[in-house]
């Protein structure tokens, strides 16, 4: 059987972490950094990148829930839309607005990339003493400079770039789950983004 291999410099892994910070009080407001501090922008580390073939990718804002409250077990669904929304469900309250995580990137006019999000879209937070909550249902939505050519909802997102420049954008997004018992405090996490040529 013959196996056709790909040309080869066709494919070109960017590979980056992109943090997400958390905060979760039991009851009433914490006074803590957000995202406008520096210093919490500092702890979520910088983002590293590996350039091939001219396909870059940078992140250039970190995915954040912003302060919540917790009255019991539930939800926040971060929506990596245009205007970027959290939504709480009945047992929290969401007492900030929250920044998706943001990339920019350059690829060839035209050509077809493939943006594949952390493994079965999901990854992991920890916080005090060890406590752990997970972000599930990472998303794309927003997007600039490119069409989806695959449906949303898949691991590996396929796009054709469209900017004649070969600039493109996206946010991420997804749903963070908070335990009925979550203990109050910072919560930080990395999740890889990948894009390669198809």
């Not at 979520?44 to 992140?59: F, P």
């Not at 839309?81 to 998706?100: F, G, H, P, R, W």
């Amino acid at each position: 059987m013959f196996r056709r291999e790909p040309p080869r410099g066709l494919r070109s892994t960017v590979r980056l972490a992109a943090g997400a910070a958390l905060l979760i009080g039991a009851s009433g407001p914490l006074s803590a950094q957000t995202a406008a501090d520096p210093a919490a922008n500092q702890a979520n580390g910088d983002a590293q990148v590996e350039i091939s073939n001219g396909l870059s990718l940078t992140k250039t804002s970190d995915m954040d829930f912003g302060r919540i409250v917790r009255g019991g077990a539930g939800g926040v669904i971060l929506d990596p839309a245009e205007t970027v929304t959290c939504t709480a469900s009945a047992n929290l309250v969401a007492l900030d607005d929250c920044t998706a995580a943001a990339f920019v990137g350059t690829a060839r006019p035209g050509a077809r990339i493939i943006v594949r999000k952390p493994a079965r879209r999901r990854f992991t937070v920890t916080g005090p003493g060890g406590a752990t909550m997970r972000v599930r249902r990472v998303s794309i939505g927003h997007h600039q400079g490119m069409n989806r050519l695959t449906a949303a909802n898949r691991r590996n997102v396929r796009f054709r770039i469209t900017d004649p420049a070969g600039d493109f954008s996206f946010q991420m997004g997804g749903e963070l789950r908070v335990g009925a018992n979550q203990p109050a405090g910072e919560y930080v996490g990395t999740f890889d983004v990948e894009i390669q040529y198809r």
